[in-house]
Nanobody, 127 residues
Framework: QVQLVESGGGLVQDGGSLRLSCAASGRTSSTYAMGWFRQAPGKEREFVAAISWSGLNTSYRDSLKGRFTVSRDNAENTVYLQMNSLKPEDTAVYYC????????????????????WGQGTQVTVSS
């Protein structure tokens, strides 16, 4: 079992920045690709970004490229999502997730492959 706890959400103005963190605990000795997802009110959960276990490769939702950056520190069992130039449409609950993988350098973008999920952190961008 792996437990994931997100932090860093909050209220920010249009154009502002936030950095989300996701701390993993439990069976972190296994290799996990990590991902960030978000869900806005009345909408389905959507993929935001993913990072391989090695941290060498990343993948992003096309509309977020250039504004969001995912990174990880395996020594600290923590994944980050740096969000810049935030817009009101970025308002959502942001979730991190972990996917068991044997492909050390491949990000996982398929939501169905994720095994563990955090509780989410609210990000609100005011106009």
């Amino acid at each position: 079992q792996v437990q994931l706890v997100e932090s860093g959400g909050g209220l920010v103005q249009d154009g502002g920045s936030l950095r989300l963190s996701c701390a993993a605990s439990g069976r972190t000795s296994s290799t996990y690709a990590m991902g960030w997802f978000r869900q806005a009110p009345g909408k389905e959960r959507e993929f935001v970004a993913a990072i391989s276990w090695s941290g060498l490769n990343t993948s992003y939702r096309d509309s977020l490229k250039g504004r969001f950056t995912v990174s990880r520190d395996n020594a600290e069992n923590t994944v980050y999502l740096q969000m810049n130039s935030l817009k009101p449409e970025d308002t959502a609950v942001y979730y991190c997730a972990a996917a068991r993988t044997g492909a050390f350098h491949t990000p996982v973008v398929d939501t169905a492959r994720y095994n563990y999920w955090g509780q989410g952190t609210q990000v609100t961008v005011s106009s």
